[in-house]
């Protein structure tokens, strides 16, 4: 078989839970297939270490971004400390930013505040977003159609929305990410976003060490696994797995473009 060339769009290598075991989980992720792996920051502490991974692994890059859970220490101290990180040639974009209804640790207002910044900073910089939405859909949504000409690229990651919903998301341009949960009988929604989704729109996650796919799931997810996610995806569209890696790959390369060549 030919070897794949994935690319998988949000980690979290930067979570303790890797901590003990990162050079085999970057091998494994390797021996399977995955060429580059993106590790996503939610507060300044993460993207700075996710800045230290993509500059200690040659398969790394990094995002910096805070997390609507921290959009309360959202400061002017801390956008410019952002503003510094991602001078780094390897981080490729803004986030993980958004917003969480679900458990709502940080103030609605200051959730709606730290998103719109940070859609600022990311234009001031040239960069794309990714966005988190939990229970906010259509709030994100109206933020980002309100902002639209300040956007270069979006993927709303780990898509959770339906068919319909989907459809506004790709009308504005954007990406969608799909994770482990597309491998869970429950998902059918997911499923058939995944089927009416272009092509040409789709990335593949794994949101480690969270939403492990089927068959691991229950244990630690890591990006090796984002081959289960493609499998099933390939299964979808009536593709080849290598025809998806290599399509999805081409994705998140023209997303995160704005530092290519050197950089992606
Ligand atoms: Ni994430």
Redesign the pocket.
């Known amino acids: 078989m030919s070897r794949l060339n994935l690319i998988d769009t949000?980690t979290?290598l930067n979570d303790v839970k890797f901590a003990d075991d990162l050079d085999e989980v970057i091998q494994r992720a390797s021996d399977a297939g995955v060429e580059r792996m993106i590790v996503?920051g939610?507060d300044l502490q993460s993207s700075e270490s996710a800045i230290q991974l993509a500059n200690t692994y040659e398969s790394v890059f990094a995002t910096v971004g805070i997390h609507p859970h921290d959009a309360k220490s959202y400061t002017k101290e801390a956008e410019s400390i952002l503003k510094e990180f991602a001078a780094d040639r390897k981080v490729l974009a803004i986030g993980?930013i958004g917003l969480d209804f679900h458990y709502n640790f940080s103030p609605r207002e200051k959730q709606f505040a730290a998103f719109e910044a940070q859609i600022q900073l990311a234009k001031k910089l040239g960069l794309p977003i990714v966005v988190?939405s939990r229970e906010s859909n259509p709030e994100a949504l109206e933020i980002l159609k309100s902002r639209s000409r300040d956007i270069v690229g979006c993927v709303f990651?780990?898509f959770s929305g339906d068919a319909d919903f989907a459809r506004e998301v790709l009308e504005m341009g954007f990406y969608i990410g799909i994770d482990g949960p597309i491998t869970y009988k429950a998902s059918q929604k997911l499923r058939d976003v995944v089927a009416m989704c272009p092509l040409d729109r789709l990335l593949i996650e794994t949101?480690c060490p969270?939403l492990t796919p089927v068959p691991h799931r229950g244990k630690r997810n890591e990006p090796a696994y984002v081959v289960y996610v493609a499998e099933q995806i390939a299964a979808i569209k009536g593709l080849t797995l290598e025809v998806l890696a290599q399509t999805t790959t081409d994705n998140a390369k023209k997303l995160f473009a704005a530092r290519e060549p050197e950089a992606v």
Do not use: P, V, W
């Open positions: 949000h979290h996503c939610y993980e988190h990651h780990c949101d969270y």
